[in-house]
């Protein structure tokens, strides 16, 4: 059975990942992916994201002395994580359409142009360390949703089909009653 690494999982989730969401053609021309193609292979990409395969090489994890309750162990232990993952290194790996939700997350430092992820919820490193690696997944991921539309299901596109059709039909019926109407003047019966 062939085994692969976090990060060359990951590589073959980049492999897969749109070259921009910003549509240049509205058909597959020369290699460019239509908007719905650009669209899927994004959900395809974030529903792939796990905390797991972000590589560890574009990241800076430090530690450093947590603060609040723990006696002893919080004075004399290292044990808070600090992720730090600078935003050029993260965009490469992420597909464009998420680089400006990326750029306004409330992680992001403008100083260091970084993503800068702290957790001491545990009072074992390792914990700590796994925690930042979930926030940036679920960062990505809330980036995600905000800017990729859900899957539109049959049962939406078949309630759109019939509202538009009610809606059609009240036109119509609106149309005939006016028409009728101004129909009813010209014959001199006035019904106003």
């Known amino acids: 059975m062939l085994r692969l690494t976090?990060?060359?999982?990951?590589?073959?989730?980049?492999?897969?990942?749109?070259?921009t969401l910003r549509c240049l053609h509205s058909k597959s021309v020369g290699g460019v992916l239509d908007h719905d193609e650009q669209l899927a292979n994004v959900r395809q990409w974030l529903a792939n994201l796990r905390a797991d395969t972000?590589?560890?090489?574009?990241?800076?994890?430090?530690?450093?002395?947590?603060?609040?309750?723990?006696?002893?162990?919080v004075n004399k232990v290292n044990s808070k994580a600090t992720l730090r993952v600078p935003l050029h290194s993260l965009l490469?790996?992420?597909?464009?359409?998420?680089?400006?939700?990326?750029?306004?997350?409330?992680?992001?430092?403008?100083?260091?142009?970084?993503?800068?992820?702290?957790?001491?919820?545990?009072?074992?490193?390792?914990?700590?360390?796994?925690?930042?690696?979930?926030?940036?997944?679920?960062?990505?991921?809330?980036?995600?949703?905000?800017?990729v539309p859900g899957e539109t299901t049959a049962g939406q596109k078949e309630y759109v089909q019939r509202l538009k059709k009610a809606e059609n039909e009240a036109r119509i019926r609106a149309k005939k009653v006016h028409s009728s109407k101004k129909a009813s003047r010209r014959d001199g019966r006035g019904d106003y």
């Open 6 to 19: 976090v990060d060359e999982c990951f590589l073959q989730l980049i492999a897969r990942r749109p070259v």
């Open 54 to 73: 972000i590589p560890r090489n574009i990241c800076n994890v430090s530690f450093s002395r947590s603060s609040g309750p723990g006696g002893q162990n």
């Open 92 to 147: 490469q790996v992420v597909p464009s359409a998420l680089h400006q939700g990326l750029r306004s997350s409330r992680f992001h430092a403008a100083g260091s142009d970084a993503i800068v992820i702290q957790a001491d919820g545990s009072r074992k490193q390792s914990e700590n360390v796994q925690e930042c690696f979930c926030k940036l997944q679920s960062l990505v991921a809330e980036a995600g949703r905000a800017v």
